[in-house]
């Protein structure tokens, strides 16, 4: 399984672009990118996922550059309720495999 | 329902004792989940069901640990003889194909303290 780095925490003002970078250096030709919200005292919450170039959807944009070592989780125009951990999963796709590892997150905190 | 239900959502118990956490996955999903979340961590894969097959174990901490889901609907998660180093949220997810390439849904978790 593909080891991820990211920062523990970031801060940011409302109505901010915010990215987040997550290192994935020996990230494998099958594995893909995913990223998941969670917030306190819920599960966590997918948010977007990608292979390469960039992916976008009504709640984030997910840029990957050719060499797929990195990736960056973009928010545009944050608001409070964005404040939660966001974790960035490297995973292979197929049937045949089953776990996903999550890290330890990036702790996004919103300031008005 | 809608979502994941997991129950209870809180759960103390006094060391030694055993429990059972249960999990309705979305009707018609195949895959379920099993993590454990330890407070500030993120969350730590136990054990995969295809329908009601489990087919990879290998992130159960030690045998006290144990899940099943008989009918490939409703999972059980048992812990017995508990242990405080046990406590935490225990996490239940399920995604509508096989394996972990697609969107996991999760449940909003079982708390359990161990005193």
């Known amino acids: 399984l593909a080891k991820t780095t990211q920062p523990i925490s970031m801060d940011s003002y409302e109505g901010q672009e915010v990215n987040i970078t997550c290192s994935h250096n020996n990230i494998a030709t099958n594995d893909y990118i995913t990223w998941y919200q969670q917030f306190p005292s819920q599960g966590p919450r997918f948010i977007i996922q990608?292979?390469?170039t960039k992916v976008t959807n009504e709640v984030a944009s997910l840029f990957i550059p050719a060499d797929r070592k990195s990736s960056t989780l973009s928010l545009p125009r944050v608001s409070l309720s964005d404040t939660a951990v966001y974790y960035c999963?490297?995973?292979?796709?197929?049937?045949?495999?089953?776990?996903?590892?999550f890290g330890k997150g990036t702790k996004l905190s919103v300031i008005p | 329902g809608a979502g994941v239900s997991q129950s209870p959502r809180y759960k103390v118990a006094k060391r030694g004792q055993d429990v059972a956490l249960r999990c309705d996955p979305i009707s018609g999903h195949v895959s379920l989940f099993w993590y454990q979340q330890a407070l500030g961590q993120g969350p730590e894969f136990l054990t995969y069901?295809?329908?009601?097959?489990?087919?990879?174990k290998s992130g159960l901490p030690s045998d006290r640990f144990f899940a099943e889901r008989p009918e490939g609907s409703v999972s059980t998660l048992k812990i017995q003889r508990t242990q405080q180093e046990d406590s935490a949220v225990y996490l239940c997810?399920?995604?509508?194909?096989?394996?972990?390439?697609?969107?996991?849904?999760f449940g909003e978790g079982s708390r359990l303290t161990v005193l």
């Open positions: 990608g292979y390469k």
């Open positions: 997810a399920s995604s509508l194909i096989q394996g972990a390439a697609g969107e996991l849904f």
């Open positions: 069901f295809q329908n009601e097959a489990q087919l990879d």
């Open positions: 999963l490297v995973g292979e796709a197929g049937a045949g495999s089953y776990q996903l590892t």
